[in-house]
């Protein structure tokens, strides 16, 4: 009989128990926030979607080297003497390497950092933007590139005709080389 009274008891006591606790979080100050209204400030330090700056950017390609999870991708074309732009960097320097693509699958990426530490030139940047959500996984490669297909092709076409021209100078000047040694032997 006395169990039966202590058993009664401990459900009474565990529904005040519980009351208390609902009362105490009824007036308390809430805490959810409003999401897309209200957010929650983000640090600068955090590690979220990566940008990069093409103007900054001078094709070393370390990023896609060191990249775990090779989810960087870098295309480069060598700018050529005769090209008639005179290209130059960010600080004035000239440039050596066009970047007509860079490609970062977000999809892939673990946002480790490791390709903001290792870039000489701070082109590659975390951001505090975490809102990039997409329903294909073709939405998640980011193309960072401010060089359009006409560029890109008239680009290929200084290179190819300064490769030649390079060519047929190595050519002419072996050929000079070989005559004036065979001069010499004679």
């Known amino acids: 009989m006395i169990d039966y009274f202590k058993n009664v008891w401990t459900w009474f006591y565990t529904i005040l128990l519980g009351m208390r606790i609902t009362l105490k979080h009824l007036f308390a100050k809430k805490v959810t926030i409003q999401y897309p209204n209200e957010r929650y400030p983000i640090p600068p330090i955090a590690r979220n979607r990566l940008h990069l700056d093409p ?55 673990c946002f480790c950092g490791l390709c903001t530490t290792v870039c000489p030139t701070d082109a590659i940047k975390h951001t505090i933007d975490f809102e990039y959500s997409s329903y294909t996984r073709e939405g998640l490669i980011y193309h960072f590139s401010n060089m359009t297909p006409e560029k890109i092709e008239e680009k290929k076409k200084l290179l190819a005709e300064w490769t030649i021209k390079e060519k047929a100078l190595k050519a002419e000047k072996a050929k000079q080389d070989s005559n004036v040694s065979s001069n010499e032997v004679n």
Not at 59 to 64: H, K, L, P, V
Not at 65 to 81: G, L, N, W
């Open 55 to 109: 103007e900054r950017c001078n094709g070393c390609m370390q990023c896609a080297r060191i990249c775990p999870v090779q989810c960087i991708t870098v295309e480069t074309i060598k700018v050529v003497p005769i090209d008639p732009e005179k290209p130059t960097m960010f600080d004035g320097s000239p440039r050596k390497i066009w970047v007509p693509r860079y490609d970062i699958d977000f999809a892939k990426c």
